[in-house]
């Protein structure tokens, strides 16, 4: 499976995002995707998890509220709507493709939140 987000960029402090993952290749093997995001000189974090069959969603505390994981499956796309974003908000994010014990990451897309 490969993995193209888009959507990140500079946005004040507030503001929101949309990200977009679009997966290609074997995708009918995804069980499940996710947001994963990295600041610097931090470690990768998980962000929003979505599963294939039935489309229950996980978000890591910091987002929970602000920020909606969807997955459109005819499309092959997944997004990240992000509101209300905060300068911690502020890192690479990726997208991520579990196909049962194996995983594909997208190349990221940067999101900066100015304050």
């Known amino acids: 499976v490969q993995l193209v987000e888009s959507g990140g960029g500079l946005v004040q402090a507030g503001g929101s995002l949309r990200l977009s993952c679009a997966a290609s290749?074997?995708?009918?093997?995804?069980?499940?995707m996710g947001w994963y995001r990295q600041a610097p000189g931090k470690q990768r974090e998980l962000v929003a998890t979505?599963?294939?069959?039935?489309?229950?969603?996980n978000y890591a505390d910091s987002v929970k509220g602000r920020f909606t994981i969807s997955r459109d499956g005819a499309k092959n796309m997944m997004y990240l709507q992000m509101n209300s974003l905060k300068p911690e908000d502020t890192a690479v994010y990726y997208c991520?493709?579990?196909?049962?014990?194996?995983?594909?990451w997208g190349q990221g897309t940067q999101v900066t939140v100015s304050s």
């Open positions: 991520h493709a579990r196909q049962g014990i194996a995983g594909s």
């Open positions: 290749g074997s995708t009918f093997s995804i069980v499940a």
């Open positions: 979505i599963i294939s069959d039935g489309g229950s969603t």
